[in-house]
């Protein structure tokens, strides 16, 4: 059976940098950080105290008051997200068969903030289990695209993928093959975390995963740079419409970019640190590649998982030399986590994004904040330090690593009808 190609018609975001699209490519294209002071909560406790949150939202400007207080805030971000990008691909009543359209979904953590709050509330009360009945309901990964799916009445497959910082880039590989095989028309997919709270932020901590440069937040997420010391957590969304080709055509939709293939492997290695020598990274890449009938040199732009870990960062790099030969000094190579943070679960979507921008406007974002040469990275390679550079980028590719030795890479090249 004869593969069918699918594109993307639709793109939502809501980061650090931007609460829409265009203010998200503006901010990724002109090196803004997303890093400032935590105002969610007092910090003065804590070892880190900024991180990358969604700044200027209000979630009574998308949702009835009633019906947000029953959601998470990383459904919440779904939501806005994903309205965005089903508004951004034209799907109407009319246009669509809701039986055929799914919504697959990405969260490494789901309502921690929820979880959070209820948990303290119980432990500061009489020990009576007194909990909110929307408790379960608020705090479950599956729920941001059931929540999707309801409002929009799509009544095709529906789930969310579970696999850390990889979830997302994992939710829109499913949406790829479920599209392919013949069994949706469109799915919509991406990711959402809200983890930017107590528990959150001290677990990371804990772990001596977070920077804590707390004199300089908005320098803190340093991609390849050798004093990097840590990566920065961030939250929002971000939302694609795959869409089987031939329906978008007879639809007459817009097409931002074709998926050409997507992989997954394992590092099988460690808990939470990389292989060191990047062996899952490597086979993810080349599932990749295998995936989309592509070779290495096809590749002009890679956006790296890139968090700003000292062992990660080297580890990805090394992948990528081994991978791509001589052609990785080629390759347009950058993070964009250096303005956003790790969104951690919904990290995948919004660098797929970035990726398909690239695509579409010929322009690759800046890894910025880097000013200290790391000697353990290959100095031929071509990170798009501190500036965007102009490129023809006619295939991306969007890596994405998760706790667990998750791997999920996927390939968008430009729609050429």
Known sequence: MALKRVVVTGLGALTPIGNSIQEYWDGLVNGKSGAAPI?????????????????????????????????????????????????????????????????????????LETFQEEVISYAQGDGTPRFNPFFIPKMIADIAPAHISMRNGFRGPNYTTVSACASSANALIDALNYIRLGMCDVIISGGSEAAVTIAGMGGFNSMQALSTRNESPETASRPFDATRDGFVLGEGAGALVLEELEHAKARGAKIYCEVGGGGLSSDAYHLTAPHPEGIGVIAVMENTLRDAGMQPEDVDHINTHGTSTPLGDVAELKAISAVFGNHAKNININSTKSMTGHLLGAAGAIEAIASILAIQNGIVPPTINHSVVDENIDPTLNL??????????????????????????????????
């Not at 805030?73 to 951004?88: G, H, L, M, P, T």
């Open 39 to 111: 105002t969610y909560y007092d910090t003065e406790k804590h070892k880190t105290k900024f991180a990358c949150e969604v700044k200027n939202f209000n979630v009574e400007d998308y949702i009835d008051r009633k019906e947000a207080r029953r959601m998470d805030k990383f459904a919440q971000y779904a939501i806005v997200a994903s309205e965005q990008a089903i508004k951004d691909a034209g799907i109407t009543e009319e246009n669509v068969n809701k039986n055929r359209v799914g919504v697959i979904w990405g969260a490494g953590i789901g309502g």
């Open 384 to 417: 798009t330090l501190n500036k965007a550079q102009k490129r023809d980028v006619k295939v991306a590719m969007s890596n994405t690593f998760g706790f667990g030795g998750h791997n999920a890479c996927v390939l968008f090249k430009k729609y050429e009808g």
